[in-house]
């Protein structure tokens, strides 16, 4: 589901929740069960790919920032882990405006 205006803590089921962000609009959608799923339903609200990256976030609000969507060897990206800390950190300020 993409996320409109807050991300309840009671929506993240334990341990975790899987999410994609659009990093350029700041939307977010969570809950898929696959990162990529997601991102699908990012695109489908008008969102780039190339703007998406995958992350976790857990009960605790704690986010992880391992996904498959996040392979980009041609953005320097090699791992399944955001290595960007620009992207590390724009992820976890809109995640950090949205949860409740």
Not at 3 to 30: G, H, N, S, T, Y
């Amino acid at each position: 589901m993409v996320v409109k205006d807050k991300i309840a803590r009671e929506d993240i089921q334990p341990p975790f929740v899987k999410a994609a962000a659009d990093v350029k609009k700041e939307l977010v959608a969570i809950g898929c069960e696959l990162h990529s799923d997601c991102a699908e339903e990012l695109i489908s609200a008008g969102s780039d790919s190339c703007d998406i990256w995958g992350f976790n976030i857990y009960t605790d609000g704690h986010i992880d920032f391992i996904s498959l969507l996040n392979v980009r060897p041609a953005e320097d990206n090699r791992s399944m882990d955001i290595k960007s800390p620009e992207i590390r950190e724009l992820i976890t300020r809109i995640v950090g405006k949205l949860l409740s």
